[in-house]
């Protein structure tokens, strides 16, 4: 691991391809200053498949019930006994599926719930299709067109969705080539169309609404450990991270350096300007030491006009620091004129002591060195 360090002046700055970052759970990745939190795709599939599992016993118990209803119009004293073959298939079917969404309300199926939610759609297709296949007409589309509705919103994975339609379709279009010589498919197929379009619109209005509602969980969630204003880890969101870098410092034997660093002049800005201006200096503060340190130092609002930095590493000169902060916030449009204070520690592996204690020895540090840099100040003014 590299050591954390600052730009040099003349130096080209590092690449971050491949640079080390830190996870904040339930984030798809380490969360910048200003990103807004978006839920990770391995998250969003979980509760694709929490949802669909909700809803396969109810699922199943739907499709056994169109089963057989289907088989219930079928069966007529003019039907031909093909007919009235391909009817009862359906009504078994239809039973079987019945008892089936009995079982999958009690306990979970095996295996994937999207592969058994297909199984279920396939199988009542197939039992329709063999119905149509014995009476030689399309009439059992109707209720393949519901099948292919009903898939929207239950195959809330959009792989798994496209095998769904593709493997309804092919089971239609197939028993509908075979009687391509009795029965007129033009106007099915414009229904089957219809369903699908019906079908993609269902399932593109759940999974954008799953996508938004796990993005608001998630946006409730990063509030308890992000600071509003500037978008930075705040401290309770401090404590969760430090404690792995900690961790990652500790196992790698390695040097962890902490950055503490005070804004002076904040409470003047804010008399003088207001708490606008103010605002504006410390979200321009979050900005310079984001740009300043490495990407994967951990940043964060302290509280007020106080921020912590952690990085693997000795890190640079506290002094190499203050001046390339101040640097770029002389550049920053900002009321007023503010300073800023640092002071830095360094933790080594064989030492025993939390996060606090390092925080509040860089806060120390800090300290110090303003009392130092003010005596000094006030020594060359009286000289």
């Known amino acids: 691991m590299t050591v954390a360090g600052v730009e040099q002046p003349d130096a080209p700055r590092p690449s971050r391809r491949g640079s080390f970052r830190f996870r904040v759970p ?21 509760r694709r498949d929490e949802m669909s599992g909700e809803a396969l016993p109810l699922l199943t118990a739907a499709v056994g019930v169109l089963l057989l209803l289907s088989s219930f119009f079928r069966i007529q004293p003019a039907e031909s006994a093909p007919g009235l073959v391909g009817a009862g298939i359906c009504g078994v079917v239809g039973i079987v599926l019945v008892i089936v969404s009995i079982i999958t309300s009690r306990r979970s199926p095996p295996g994937s719930v999207a592969t058994a939610a297909l199984a279920v759609l396939l199988v009542a297709t197939v039992a329709l299709c063999v119905a149509m296949l014995a009476s030689g007409t399309l009439a059992q589309t109707v209720y393949i067109q519901l099948l292919i509705v009903v898939a929207g919103p239950v195959m809330l994975r959009p792989g798994w969705f496209a095998v769904t339609l593709v493997a309804l379709w092919s089971l239609w279009l197939g028993s509908a080539a075979a009687l391509s010589g009795s029965a007129e498919p033009a106007g099915w197929m414009l229904a089957m169309l219809a369903a699908t379009v019906v079908s993609i619109v269902l399932h593109t209005m759940r999974t954008d609404s799953l996508r938004a509602l796990g993005n608001a969980l998630l946006a409730a969630e990063s509030a308890a450990v992000r600071d509003p204003l500037t978008g930075l880890l705040n401290r309770r969101g401090l404590d969760v991270v430090g404690a792995e870098v900690l961790a990652l410092a500790k196992r790698s034997r390695e040097p962890m350096s902490c950055t503490f660093v005070d804004v002076d002049g904040l409470k003047g800005i804010n008399d003088e300007f207001g708490h606008e201006a103010g605002d504006r200096l410390i979200v321009a503060v979050a900005e310079t030491l984001s740009g300043v340190f490495r990407e994967a130092d951990v940043v964060a609002r302290w509280g007020g006009d106080e921020f912590v930095v952690l990085a693997l590493g000795a890190g640079p000169r506290v002094e190499d620091v203050e001046r390339r902060l101040a640097d770029r916030l002389a550049h920053a449009h900002t009321d007023g004129k503010a300073s800023l204070s640092a002071g830095r520690v360094v933790h080594m592996p064989w030492q025993d002591e939390g996060l606090l204690t390092i925080t509040e020895r860089a806060d120390q540090e800090m300290y110090r060195r303003r009392r130092l840099r003010r005596m000094q100040e006030n020594d060359a003014a009286s000289g």
């Open 26 to 46: 339930g984030f798809s990745s380490p969360p910048g200053p200003f990103d807004a939190p978006t839920i990770d795709p391995d998250e969003l599939n979980a």
